[in-house]
């Protein structure tokens, strides 16, 4: 499976932005997609990620109720809809990609893309 992100930009607090993730392959639907971000300086993060099968939906504490993660398997795409974004936001966003089962484990995930800019100014 190959990712491409992509969505990112600059907003101001309180805006809003949706990041896509493309992805190449028949299997689309077999994988749970996550989304996880890096500030610099920091680890890769957990954001959210949505489940094979069920399209379940997770969240990291910090984004509960502001973001949205979803897909469209006819479209080999999952997006993050952002609302409500605040500084702390900013980073570098990836989406990421595991056979099978949910997992918040950036360890987990066998495949990424390359990542695509949030920035939020004050």
């Known amino acids: 499976v190959q990712l491409q992100a992509s969505g990112g930009g600059l907003v101001q607090a309180g805006g809003s932005l949706r990041l896509s993730c493309a992805a190449s392959?028949?299997?689309?639907?077999?994988?749970?997609m996550g989304w996880f971000r890096q500030a610099p300086g920091e680890e890769r993060n957990f954001v959210s990620a949505?489940?094979?099968?069920?399209?379940?939906?997770y969240y990291a504490d910090s984004v509960k109720g502001r973001f949205t993660i979803s897909r469209d398997n006819s479209k080999n795409t999952a997006y993050l809809q952002m609302n409500s974004l605040k500084p702390e936001d900013t980073a570098v966003y990836y989406c990421?990609?595991?056979?099978?089962?949910?997992?918040?484990?950036?360890?987990?995930?066998?495949?990424w893309g390359q990542g695509t800019q949030v920035t939020v100014s004050s």
């Open positions: 990421a990609a595991v056979r099978g089962s949910y997992s918040d484990d950036v360890k987990k995930y066998n495949y």
């Open positions: 392959g028949r299997t689309f639907g077999s994988y749970t």
């Open positions: 949505i489940s094979a099968g069920t399209f379940s939906t």
